[in-house]
C-alpha cells in the first residue's frame, strides 16, 4: 500500500531518524520534501503555505491512483 507525507526541514529530522526505519516494508513510501523555511509555527505564513503544498499534493495523489485506498500520514 502507497503511503504519502511531505514535510518542510523543520521535520527533516523525524522523516529520515523516525519515520523512515519504522515504516512497515508491507508500504511503499511516497514523501515530498518541501522547500519551505520556518518553525510551522500554527497559521504562521510558513504553516499556511504547507498547508496549501500538503493539500495540492494529497489531490494529486488522489489522481494518480485512480480506485486505490492510499494513506496519508505526518512524519510526525
Not at 523525524?14 to 520534501?33: C, E, I, K
Amino acid at each position: 500500500m502507497k503511503i504519502y507525507s511531505c514535510f518542510t526541514p523543520s521535520h527533516d529530522v523525524l522523516y529520515r531518524d523516525y519515520r523512515l526505519p519504522s515504516l512497515p516494508t508491507q508500504f511503499s513510501s511516497h514523501s515530498t520534501a518541501l522547500d519551505i523555511a520556518g518553525r510551522g509555527d500554527f497559521m504562521a505564513r510558513d504553516f499556511l503555505q504547507s498547508i496549501e503544498a500538503k493539500v495540492e499534493l494529497m489531490l494529486e495523489s488522489i489522481a494518480a491512483n485512480p480506485g486505490e485506498a492510499i494513506i496519508w500520514s505526518d512524519v510526525d
